[in-house]
C-alpha cells in the first residue's frame, strides 16, 4: 500500500513550456486536490476532484488544468509555464465519508520554471 | 469562508506540554475543525479533528469551546520531533465545500533539548 505518490519528483521548466504532474493513490478515495506551496507560506488549493470524471476549481485555478480520467489518477496540467508557477506541488486524497475528511498528502513536486 | 488565525511561531523545550491556539470566528455550523504536521521537504499529515468539546487521540488533544469560534491543539511532552509546522483548518468538505479548503499560514514550532 504505496498512499499517495507523485511524479516527477523534481522538474525544471523553461518558460512557455509545458508539463504534466501526475498523481496516484491506491486508498480507493473518491476526493483528490492538487495544492501548491510557495516558499513560507501555506498551500493553497488549485483544483480537486469529488470522483471520477469530475473536476473543480479551487482558490488559485488559473494557468492550471486537471483532468481525472481514473479514480486512482489526478493529473495537473501546465500548458504554458511561468516563473510564477515556480513552487512545491502536492496532491492529497481523501475517502470523505459523511461530514468529515482526512486528507492524505504525497511527498510532493519541487518545480522550477525559469 | 471561514478564514483562520494563528500564531506565526513558537517556541518550548523537550518535556514541556504545547497549546497552540487557532482563532475561527466565521466558522459555520457545518465545518469541522482539523489540525496538520508538516515537517520541511514532506506534505502534511493528519494530526487531528473535531466538531465540538474535546477530542483526545495518542498524538495530541483537541479543545472547542462551546462558541466555536476558537480552537486549542494540546500536545503532551513534546520532543524535538513535533519541531514542524501546524495548520488549523476549518471545512466542510462535502462537495462543493471542498473548494473553501484554506491552510493559512500555519504556526512553526521549534522544540529546543
Known amino acids: 500500500n504505496a498512499g499517495v505518490t507523485q511524479t516527477p519528483k523534481f522538474r525544471v521548466l523553461k518558460t512557455g513550456q509545458s508539463m504534466t504532474l501526475l498523481c496516484a493513490q491506491d486508498?480507493?478515495?473518491?476526493?483528490m486536490y492538487w495544492y501548491r506551496q510557495d516558499p513560507g507560506m501555506g498551500l493553497r488549493l488549485i483544483h480537486y476532484?469529488?470522483?471520477?470524471?469530475?473536476?473543480a476549481k479551487g482558490e488559485v485555478p488559473d494557468g492550471y488544468n486537471v483532468s481525472r480520467l481514473k479514480k486512482q489518477n489526478f493529473l495537473l496540467g501546465l500548458e504554458s509555464a511561468a516563473p510564477s508557477q515556480t513552487s512545491v506541488y502536492f496532491c492529497?486524497?481523501?475517502?470523505?465519508?459523511?461530514?468529515?475528511?482526512?486528507?492524505?498528502f504525497g511527498p510532493g513536486t519541487r518545480l522550477t520554471v525559469l | 469562508l471561514a478564514k483562520t488565525t494563528q500564531p506565526i511561531s513558537m517556541d518550548s523545550y523537550e518535556g514541556q506540554e504545547v497549546n497552540i491556539t487557532c482563532s475561527h470566528n466565521?466558522?459555520?455550523?457545518?465545518?469541522?475543525i482539523t489540525w496538520y504536521q508538516q515537517f520541511p521537504s514532506q506534505g502534511p499529515r493528519f494530526i487531528i479533528q473535531?466538531?465540538?468539546t474535546k477530542v483526545t487521540n495518542e498524538v495530541a488533544s483537541l479543545f472547542i469551546p462551546a462558541d466555536r469560534k476558537s480552537s486549542t491543539l494540546s500536545l503532551p511532552r513534546v520532543s524535538l520531533s513535533d519541531t514542524a509546522v501546524y495548520y488549523c483548518?476549518?471545512?466542510?468538505?462535502?462537495?462543493?465545500?471542498?473548494?473553501?479548503?484554506?491552510f493559512g499560514s500555519g504556526t512553526r514550532l521549534s522544540i529546543r533539548p
Open positions: 492529497a486524497s481523501s475517502p470523505v465519508a459523511g461530514k468529515t475528511d482526512t486528507q492524505y
Open positions: 486508498m480507493n478515495h473518491e476526493y
Open positions: 476532484s469529488v470522483g471520477e470524471g469530475t473536476t
Open positions: 466565521n466558522i459555520a455550523t457545518n465545518d469541522y
Open positions: 473535531g466538531y465540538k
Open positions: 483548518l476549518v471545512a466542510s468538505y462535502k462537495g462543493s465545500s471542498a473548494s473553501k479548503i484554506i
